[in-house]
């Protein structure tokens, strides 16, 4: 198995030199292997979502290297890296554009990292396909391609946003707490479509998220983040033995202190 992401002392710091000076990075050091699903848990600040928006180049780091399938695309730009990257965010409003068409938008989506050109357009072959894999969604999207995608709701809106993601086969998924904002019954189902999407494709995946449950039962590999700092990294059948319990107690030899996140100790 090859190593897909390699980050090797990776820093960040905001506001560096004011009051409000914050190190939401301290020298990360991080290998996924390809085929690594990954889940990511933390307090707020722990730099969890830093840590993401370092690797799909939103947030340039102050010191260390980042490599995506052995390509040095550390100073490289959100743009370039687009290529290997697929992305869905917390806010079901973001990662799609909410004047186009549903159609359109998967379109999109397939042009990802390619120049545009003024041949951009819907071929009958894409709209069939898109037809299909929007099927595979049981949402009732298959039959409205051409509705607006502004018009759908945060559920509807966030499992497209996750179609969009893997419809060019990512080298990297990227999910940063992509069903905290729907409601339990539609996040279980958006869950459950990106659970089926990453084992069928085997995608290599690294989804943050505050619950506990999810982020033992799903994947092969679980990363606790703590200050800026990896504090707990488990995988395999060390994982799967894992219960909530034994995951606050490995959270407080790590780090020294008790978990005292209300969002996540409820979750």
Known sequence: MCDLLQIKGLAKTFNRGTPNEKSALANINLV????DFITMIGGNGAGKSTLLNCVAGVYPPDAGEIRIDEVNVTR?????????????FQDPMMGTAA???????????????????????????EHEKYREMLGELELGL???????????????????????????????????????????????????????????D???????THNMRHALQLGNRLLMMH??????????????????????????????RQLDNDRMLLS
């Not at 085997?202 to 943050?208: E, G, Q, R, W």
């Not at 700092?229 to 060390?238: L, N, P, Q």
């Open 202 to 208: 085997k995608l290599t995946t690294m989804m943050v």
């Open 76 to 88: 490289w730009s959100e743009y370039r890296r687009a290529v290997y990257l697929g992305r869905v």
């Open 32 to 35: 996924v292997d390809d085929g």
């Open 227 to 256: 200050e800026g700092r990896i504090v707990v990294d488990v995988r395999g059948e060390d994982k799967r033995r894992l219960k909530v319990d034994d995951l606050l107690q490995l959270f407080e030899r790590a780090s020294g």
């Open 99 to 125: 004047d186009m068409t549903i159609k359109e938008n998967l379109a999109l989506a397939r042009r990802r990292g390619q120049r545009r050109t003024l041949r951009w357009g819907v071929t009958a072959g």
């Open 142 to 200: 298959e039959s409205r391609l051409t509705g607006k995608v502004g018009l759908l709701s945060g559920g509807q809106r966030q499992a497209l946003t996750l179609l969009m993601a893997i419809l060019k086969t990512p080298k990297l998924l990227l999910l940063d707490e992509h069903t905290a904002a729907l409601d339990p019954k539609t996040a279980d189902k958006v869950l459950d479509l990106t659970n089926r999407f990453i084992q069928a």
